[in-house]
């Protein structure tokens, strides 16, 4: 092998691994936006957190299921009652 063989050689691999750091942070800020938020972040959250927020997005459901389901006369009266 010889010296500009081994020069190509890391060159090519340095370039490869920058591209593939781009890659990877490319792909962190592209889950960020689409609402992933930070995933460690995620990851750090207590069971306790996570089933809080379910049952309330569960709740949540319930009562848009309710008003889709129910018949106008009625959601208009809850309403009002407000």
Do not use: C, N
Not at 23 to 31: F, P, Q, T, V
Not at 41 to 56: F, G, H, L
């Amino acid at each position: 092998m010889t010296v500009f063989e081994m020069v190509f050689g890391i060159v090519l691999v340095t370039t490869l691994a920058g591209l593939y750091s781009k890659h990877l942070k490319h792909k962190e800020r592209r889950a960020e936006m689409a609402g992933g938020g930070d995933v460690a972040a995620e990851e750090d959250q207590s069971d306790d957190v996570k089933a809080a927020r379910i049952a309330e997005l569960e709740e949540r459901i319930r009562v848009l299921e309710r008003i889709v389901t129910d018949k106008s006369r009625r959601v208009a009266e809850e309403i009002d009652e407000l």
